[in-house]
C-alpha cells in the first residue's frame, strides 16, 4: 500500500474507533489504528513507544506515558480494567494518533515511503548523535566516491 493509503487507512480506522458507545471496545480499535499508523508489526511495542515519543520534546515522560496505555490496553484485553481507566487511556491514545498523524501530513513529502518516515521516527533524539550520523554519512559518500580502495 502507498504512502497515502496506508494514511487513509489509519484515519479510517481511527474514526470507526471512536464511533461506537463501547469504551473497552474503543480502547482495542484505537490502539490498533495508531499501531496501523506507527508501522508496528508482530507486536514491537518498543517500537510503537520509540517513534511516538520521538515527535515530543519530553521524550521519557511520554515513553513511559505510552508504556501506561500500552499497559491498560493489554490489562482490557486480557482481563479487563475499569471503566474510567479505559476512557482515559481512549483519549489519551487518540492524542498520540492525532500528533503521529499531523507529522504524516507535514513531513510525510521528504520520504520515499511510510518504511522511510519510520526510519526517520526511529532515529536517536540526541543532537549529538544525529550529527555524528550525519558526519558518518559523508564520510561514506567520499570513501565510496573515491573508489573505496
Known amino acids: ?21 463501547d469504551q473497552e471496545l474503543a480502547l482495542t480499535k484505537v490502539w ?6 506507527v508501522g508496528v508489526e ?17 521524550l521519557d515522560y511520554h515513553k513511559q506515558l505510552l508504556e501506561h496505555f500500552r499497559e491498560t490496553r493489554n490489562m482490557n484485553v486480557h482481563s479487563g480494567v475499569r471503566p ?3 476512557k482515559n487511556a481512549v483519549y489519551a ?7 503521529l498523524f499531523e507529522f504524516h501530513i507535514q513531513m510525510g513529502r521528504n520520504f520515499k515511503s511510510f518504511a522511510e518516515a519510520n526510519e526517520f521516527l526511529d ?13 558518518l554519512g559523508k ?11
Open 123 to 135: 532515529l536517536s533524539p540526541d543532537p549529538s548523535l544525529l550529527i555524528r550520523k550525519v558526519s
Open 42 to 58: 508482530n507486536a514491537r511495542y518498543d517500537d510503537l513507544v520509540r517513534r511516538c515519543s520521538f515527535l515530543f520534546e519530553n
Open 93 to 99: 491514545i487518540a492524542f498520540y494518533f492525532v500528533r
Open 1 to 21: 500500500m502507498n504512502y497515502n493509503g496506508r494514511l487513509i487507512d489509519a484515519l479510517l480506522r481511527y474514526v470507526r474507533a471512536l464511533d461506537g458507545w
Open 84 to 86: 474510567a481507566e479505559v
Open 139 to 149: 564520510l561514506g559518500l567520499k570513501y565510496r566516491g573515491n573508489g573505496g580502495s
Open 32 to 37: 490498533a489504528a495508531l499501531e496501523s499508523l
